[in-house]
């Protein structure tokens, strides 16, 4: 093949070369990857070069193309003539493809065939084996109906002396030992009736899904004579074993009724024997009609009940209840306690003792509640395990016996009693209560009657531990009734209008009780109240514990929020009494005006001022105010005093000085008119001056009344005001009397 010749430019390149960049060569390569070449050129080459130079190579190889076709145009158009014997060489290789097709097919329909017939083949074995079973199930169920028939047969051949002694023991897996040397009759027959009893359990295997067959329908009547006879001499023998205390005798018949799967029976005879007897002696059914009974009936007190009750249940039905939970026994599926003791003891109280169920007397309730409990407490004791124990309380009666305690009505009755009380309390006046020869911390019976009454919620004698919340609720919303009633009252004598009388008519000395016996409530809740809560609810968790505590010490903020208030109104009273004194300074005018009088000693009203004060600290009821209430008293009545002391004095003294200013400029208009002069008074004291002069001889006084109820006047911002408003200015600047 010819090269191709290719045109060059003056320096002898092809016209048409690519760029240095580009190498046609690198698509030939084996592992020529579109991807790797692209990103490898990407970086220098921007992609529209690239496209546009492939696009020219593109261009170039199909030139090419045509170029060796049309040179070599007759090998082309030779290629298909060397193809002529492949259509023999098809037509050789067609037939014995055709034959190992019909090969192929034959042994397939043959292994479909084999299949076929190896599939009806199972069925037909499957079937068989199936007939077979059922024959041998209806054959074993003949031969165990046949078996039972015979141990039936037997049972009236067993001695039916049963007061032997037993000499025989029960192992734990249920056999018996030294049954050769001994074994009482007795033990015979239960032990011959928990073999019937295994008999019968594998008959009603047998029998579970065959019930239809016309074979087990013919055997019906048989199955249930012996059903019957089984269940009848197995009562007998429990009952007799029951009646002798034969532990070994209970124990097979026990493990005859698990066979059969017939615990209740064996649960209602124990409790028809044994439990029976023994409650209807302690709690007389009044059903019987017998006079003992009904004198008995009217006393619903159940707690000497209970006592007599596990008495004989240690006594009479312990053995059977460690029997039936003894390890490896198997008689776990036995309940005796819910089943057998705790449902009679429900029917004997709802028949003999109905009353005891009844809220209405809450305090019989809640003995009889507790002492219920108790009860169960000890009938739970003698659950082995933690599981047996969940087990005795999902019991149906366990369910029933608890639905009987109506809490829930009790606590309404308790509810009502208990706010009902604090209600009364707080319609009357305050008055001190008498403590009859005791110390009594509280002395109003609205704070008695509060205090008894949270203590009462958290008594022995009141409070169900199930029910804990709602008492906490009622213990908050009797301090929120008792802080309500307390801040009506006092916005009410704030307002000297509103609902609360009591406060309204109050002397202001009896607020000194109010005082007394919130500061002691708050102490209370703070101090032994929350403690007994808190042990009482130790078993709750920690932090149901802390919001306990929380919610009661806020309703303790609550109240001590109301003890400044009542400062304020003793405060205020005080001050509105002392009052009344001091607006006797306003005829200090009219004393010294257009006279020539001058001061020499205090005025009456200074004496009068602190007196309803002295008063109030002097009295017997600010005993009960603790020394540091006393001096904030103190302090806040003096200051509100002295303030309103200056506020009288500075008026007195600036419309004095305004009327004077007046009359002055009326009195030298006068003197222009008439051409007289005004030198010669102009060394008068004026009326403003006499009245300072008064004004300051009585702050002074003032002043020492305050030193002898211990307190520094200097130290008062409204008595310095005043001094500096009355003082002479050569003694203004110090505070001296």
């Not at 006879?229 to 097979?252: K, M």
């Not at 057998?340 to 305090?363: D, M, N, T």
């Amino acid at each position: 093949m010819a090269a191709v010749a290719t045109a060059t430019d003056l320096f002898g390149e092809p016209i048409e070369a690519h760029p240095t960049w580009f190498t046609p060569a690198a698509f030939l390569s084996s592992d020529f990857s579109p991807s790797t070449y692209i990103s490898s050129l990407r970086s220098f080459v921007p992609l529209e070069t690239l496209a546009s130079e492939l696009r020219s190579h593109l261009t170039s190889l199909n030139s090419d193309l045509i170029d060796l076709v049309n040179r070599d145009y007759a090998d082309f158009v030779g290629l298909g003539t060397r193809l002529a014997g492949a259509g023999d060489a098809a037509t050789r290789i067609r037939a014995p493809l055709a034959e190992l097709r019909g090969k192929v097919a034959a042994l397939r329909g043959a292994a479909v065939t084999q299949l076929v017939e190896l599939r009806a083949g199972m069925e037909r074995r499957a079937a068989a084996a199936a007939a077979r079973e059922l024959l041998e199930r209806m054959l074993d169920t003949f031969h165990v109906v046949s078996k039972v028939e015979k141990l039936i047969k037997e049972l009236p051949t067993a001695p039916s002396d049963l007061s032997g002694a037993e000499i025989g023991s029960v192992a734990t897996d249920g056999t018996l030992q030294n049954l050769e040397s001994g074994t009482s009759s007795r033990i015979t027959q239960s032990i011959l009736l928990e073999r019937i009893a295994s008999e019968m359990n594998r008959l009603k295997f047998y029998i579970g899904d065959e019930k239809n067959l016309p074979f087990i329908e013919n055997m019906e009547k048989r199955i249930q004579a012996a059903t019957s006879l089984l269940d009848n001499s197995l009562e007998q023998c429990f009952v007799q074993g029951l009646e002798h205390r034969d532990n070994n005798a209970i124990y097979n018949c026990l493990r005859a009724y698990a066979a059969v799967d017939n615990t209740s029976a064996a649960e209602a005879l124990f409790r028809k024997t044994v439990v029976s007897p023994l409650i209807q002696e302690v709690v007389p059914n009044s059903s019987n009609n017998q006079p003992e009974a009904v004198a008995t009936a009217s006393n619903d007190e159940l707690e000497g009940d209970y006592q007599k009750i596990m008495q004989c249940i240690e006594n009479d039905c312990k053995f059977i209840l460690e029997l039936s939970s003894s390890a490896n026994s198997g008689l776990h599926v036995f309940d005796f306690l819910a089943n057998s003791i705790l449902k009679e003891v429900l029917f004997v109280i709802q028949k003999g003792k109905s009353g005891a169920f009844s809220a209405g007397k809450p305090a019989e309730f809640l003995k009889n509640y507790k002492s219920s409990l108790a009860f169960l407490a000890f009938l739970e004791g003698y659950c082995p395990s933690k599981s047996a124990v969940a087990r005795f309380r999902s019991e149906t009666v366990y369910a029933e016996f608890m639905r009987q305690w109506n809490v829930d009505v009790y606590f309404s009755l308790r509810f009502q009693e208990i706010a009902g009380g604090l209600d009364s309390s707080l319609t009357g006046p305050i008055k001190p209560v008498e403590s009859e020869g005791k110390t009594q911390k509280l002395l109003l019976k609205q704070s008695i009657k509060l205090l008894d009454s949270l203590k009462t919620c958290w008594s022995d004698d009141v409070l169900v531990f199930s029910h804990s919340d709602k008492f906490l609720r009622l213990s908050l919303q009797l301090l929120s009734r008792y802080t309500t009633w307390l801040s009506t009252g006092l916005a009410a004598r704030r307002a000297h209008s509103g609902d609360a009388d009591w406060a309204i008519s109050a002397l202001v000395e009896d607020f000194v009780y109010v005082f007394h016996d919130v500061s002691v409530l708050i102490s209370e809740l703070s101090e032994d109240f929350i403690v007994h809560v808190s042990q009482l609810l130790s078993s709750c968790s920690d932090e149901v514990t802390q919001l306990v505590r929380e919610s009661i010490a806020q309703a303790g903020k609550s109240l001590q929020q109301l003890l400044p208030i009542m400062l304020d109104i003793m405060i205020d009273s005080i001050v509105e009494k002392s009052e009344k004194d001091l607006k006797q300074l306003k005829g200090i005018s009219a004393k010294y005006r257009m006279t020539n009088q001058l001061p020499v000693r205090h005025s009456p009203y200074v004496s009068g001022s602190l007196r309803p004060l002295k008063v109030f600290l002097e009295g017997d009821r600010s005993a009960y105010l603790t020394k540091d209430a006393t001096q904030r008293l103190l302090l806040g009545s003096v200051e509100k005093i002295t303030n309103r002391y200056y506020e009288l004095a500075s008026d007195l003294v600036h419309v004095t000085k305004k009327t004077e200013s007046s009359l002055q400029r009326l009195r030298q208009g006068a003197q222009r008119r008439v051409g007289a002069s005004s030198d010669a008074s102009d060394n008068n004291i004026s009326d403003t001056e006499k009245i300072c002069m008064q004004l300051f001889l009585d702050i002074q006084e003032y002043g020492r009344n305050l030193a002898s109820i211990g307190i520094n006047a200097a130290d008062i911002s409204s008595y310095r005001s005043l001094w500096q408003c009355v003082a002479p200015e050569e003694k203004q600047s110090v505070i001296a009397f």
